[in-house]
């Protein structure tokens, strides 16, 4: 029997949805919708202030009703049931929070029409659907992975005009959602941690039916393969078939988006039943390594587009918002520059170190997950937790310290963090507040708060990190008394 609380939490989120794909049909992320738009030009629009009250009454409800179960639904089942039931509205909605799945559309596009999108822009190559894309991704190259770009311009040859080719790669992303849910349960089983809770966290959240499925974002193709070749390894540890396909999903989720890379090394730990040697750590990450960069070389191959999309990835960083820590804290330095006459051009230093700092921590962060593990083995325990957990904590890491940060890039540690998190509040609350930061048309309220939105980054980073150090001066006080 399902507590009253759990079913008016239910309801609150589904009417949460429908209000969000009301907002959608009103105002969404059209393909005839204006572009360089912002609230208050929303505002004056004929539909405007019903847009923007059904887009935040919805997502108040959507925050609220996933934020009042963090701690776990009432059954996996509920969880699954219940935010079906929340995706339903938004599957049948227009584009919501971004104009992406334009570009994928006209990436596929392209690249059916023969044109290499790792060098030709969409702009140049001609895509019919240009208006359609936001100007600052027109002549860019793809940034994607070859196996996202077969993806897309399978979603082009199915679906024939616009509409279709959305509908395709909604379609595709929803698969990558179902994959990820069928894994879920039995990776959490592994880990220890309720299904109920870890299904809950990761799929009935805002930013999932807002941006994965309403959206249409890739992040769901990858996690779903991602947390698939995770659960290979947990299924069948140590065995090199296993190894080998787990590495071959991992390789596919990386031609996806590169992001997926960072689990990797931690997956090789998550795959080592026996005593975590270094020969058995080698032995490991060697049959892993060979399905990754089989699945690498077969997928290049395929497509024909050979590695041209490692470049594409220097363009991800064109986009500068606040919402990006070390993004942030270089509109901080150069304001305080401008101040004094001077003109830092702080940004690409700023994001240069925390790229730096970025591959410090994911070596600490593998270090400290293997030492743990190796101490395991002397008291006879051996999770999958431990290296599940230090992926969680590599994508968070990479979350924080990349360039640039959009609302959906939150669900990739998400999903992991649902599985391993002994607390929820501290990755939960920002994680909701991140499902405030898109308008349904696609624009970014980072946009039009540069300022103010910097200021404030900085001084949240300031704060953590003076806590976070009177915390470590207080512990190492309690161990020396």
């Given at each position: 029997?399902?507590?009253?609380?759990?079913?008016?939490?239910?309801?609150?989120?589904?009417?949460?949805?429908?209000?969000?794909?009301?907002?959608?049909?009103?105002?969404?992320?059209?393909?005839?919708?204006?572009?360089?738009?912002?609230?208050?030009?929303?505002?004056?629009?004929?539909?405007?202030?019903?847009?923007?009250?059904?887009?935040?009454?919805?997502?108040?409800?959507?925050?609220?009703?996933w934020w009042s179960l963090r701690e776990g639904a009432p059954s996996?089942?509920?969880?699954?049931?219940?935010?079906?039931?929340?995706?339903?509205?938004?599957?049948?909605?227009?584009?919501?929070?971004?104009?992406?799945?334009?570009?994928?559309?006209?990436?596929?596009?392209?690249?059916?029409?023969?044109?290499?999108?790792?060098?030709?822009?969409?702009?140049?190559?001609?895509?019919?659907?240009?208006?359609?894309?936001?100007?600052?991704?027109?002549?860019?190259?793809?940034?994607?992975?070859?196996?996202?770009?077969?993806?897309?311009?399978?979603?082009?040859?199915?679906?024939?005009?616009?509409?279709?080719?959305?509908?395709?790669?909604?379609?595709?992303?929803?698969?990558?959602?179902?994959?990820?849910?069928?894994?879920?349960?039995?990776?959490?089983?592994?880990?220890?941690?309720?299904?109920?809770?870890?299904?809950?966290?990761?799929?009935?959240?805002?930013?999932?039916?807002?941006?994965?499925?309403?959206?249409?974002?890739?992040?769901?193709?990858?996690?779903?393969?991602?947390?698939?070749?995770?659960?290979?390894?947990?299924?069948?540890?140590?065995?090199?078939?296993?190894?080998?396909?787990?590495?071959?999903?991992?390789?596919?989720?990386?031609?996806?988006?590169?992001?997926?890379?960072?689990?990797?090394?931690?997956?090789?730990?998550?795959?080592?039943?026996?005593?975590?040697?270094?020969?058995?750590?080698?032995?490991?990450?060697?049959?892993?390594?060979?399905?990754?960069?089989?699945?690498?070389?077969?997928?290049?191959?395929?497509?024909?587009?050979?590695?041209?999309?490692?470049?594409?990835?220097?363009?991800?960083?064109?986009?500068?918002?606040?919402?990006?820590?070390?993004?942030?804290?270089?509109?901080?330095?150069?304001?305080?520059?401008a101040l004094v006459g001077r003109d830092p051009q702080a940004v690409?230093?700023?994001?240069?170190?925390?790229?730096?700092?970025?591959?410090?921590?994911?070596?600490?962060?593998?270090?400290?997950?293997?030492?743990?593990?190796?101490?395991?083995?002397?008291?006879?325990?051996?999770?999958?937790?431990?290296?599940?957990?230090?992926?969680?904590?590599?994508?968070?890491?990479?979350?924080?310290?990349?360039?640039?940060?959009?609302?959906?890039?939150?669900?990739?540690?998400?999903?992991?963090?649902?599985?391993?998190?002994?607390?929820?509040t501290w990755f939960v609350l920002p994680t909701a507040a991140a499902?405030?930061?898109?308008?349904?048309?696609?624009?970014?309220?980072?946009?039009?708060?540069?300022?103010?939105?910097?200021?404030?980054?900085?001084?949240?980073?300031?704060?953590?990190?003076?806590?976070?150090?009177?915390?470590?001066?207080?512990?190492?006080?309690?161990?020396?008394?």
């Amino acid at each position: 029997m399902t507590a009253p609380g759990a079913s008016l939490s239910r309801y609150a989120g589904l009417v949460g949805a429908v209000l969000l794909a009301v907002a959608g049909y009103l105002g969404g992320a059209l393909p005839d919708a204006p572009l360089g738009v912002t609230p208050a030009s929303i505002w004056r629009t004929p539909d405007g202030p019903a847009t923007l009250t059904c887009w935040l009454i919805g997502t108040v409800l959507l925050v609220g009703a996933w934020w009042s179960l963090r701690e776990g639904a009432p059954s996996t089942r509920w969880a699954y049931v219940t935010a079906g039931l929340w995706a339903l509205p938004l599957l049948l909605a227009p584009p919501l929070g971004s104009r992406d799945v334009y570009s994928y559309a006209c990436q596929g596009w392209t690249y059916a029409h023969g044109v290499d999108p790792y060098t030709v822009g969409v702009a140049a190559a001609g895509c019919p659907w240009l208006d359609t894309v936001a100007p600052i991704w027109r002549d860019t190259p793809a940034p994607y992975g070859p196996v996202f770009v077969l993806l897309a311009a399978l979603a082009v040859g199915l679906g024939g005009g616009l509409t279709g080719t959305i509908v395709a790669l909604r379609v595709i992303a929803v698969a990558g959602l179902l994959l990820a849910a069928l894994c879920l349960p039995a990776l959490a089983r592994a880990a220890g941690v309720p299904a109920r809770r870890a299904v809950w966290l990761a799929l009935a959240g805002p930013l999932v039916g807002v941006h994965l499925v309403a959206g249409a974002h890739n992040d769901a193709v990858m996690l779903g393969l991602l947390l698939c070749g995770l659960l290979v390894v947990v299924r069948r540890p140590g065995r090199p078939a296993a190894l080998l396909l787990a590495g071959a999903l991992l390789g596919l989720a990386v031609t996806v988006k590169a992001t997926a890379v960072v689990v990797v090394p931690f997956a090789v730990l998550t795959g080592m039943p026996d005593q975590h040697t270094v020969r058995a750590l080698l032995r490991h990450a060697g049959w892993l390594a060979g399905g990754l960069l089989a699945a690498l070389l077969v997928t290049s191959a395929v497509s024909g587009l050979g590695f041209g999309w490692v470049g594409g990835l220097t363009h991800s960083g064109d986009s500068e918002q606040w919402t990006s820590p070390p993004t942030a804290v270089g509109f901080v330095v150069d304001y305080a520059g401008a101040l004094v006459g001077r003109d830092p051009q702080a940004v690409p230093v700023v994001r240069a170190v925390a790229l730096l700092l970025l591959v410090g921590v994911l070596l600490v962060l593998w270090w400290r997950a293997w030492q743990t593990l190796r101490a395991g083995d002397d008291a006879g325990k051996r999770s999958p937790r431990v290296a599940l957990h230090g992926a969680a904590l590599a994508l968070v890491a990479t979350v924080v310290l990349s360039p640039v940060f959009h609302p959906w890039y939150a669900t990739w540690p998400l999903a992991l963090l649902a599985l391993t998190a002994a607390r929820t509040t501290w990755f939960v609350l920002p994680t909701a507040a991140a499902a405030f930061l898109a308008l349904p048309d696609g624009t970014n309220l980072a946009r039009v708060t540069k300022a103010p939105g910097a200021l404030a980054m900085t001084a949240l980073l300031l704060t953590v990190l003076i806590r976070t150090l009177r915390a470590r001066r207080q512990r190492g006080r309690g161990g020396a008394g």
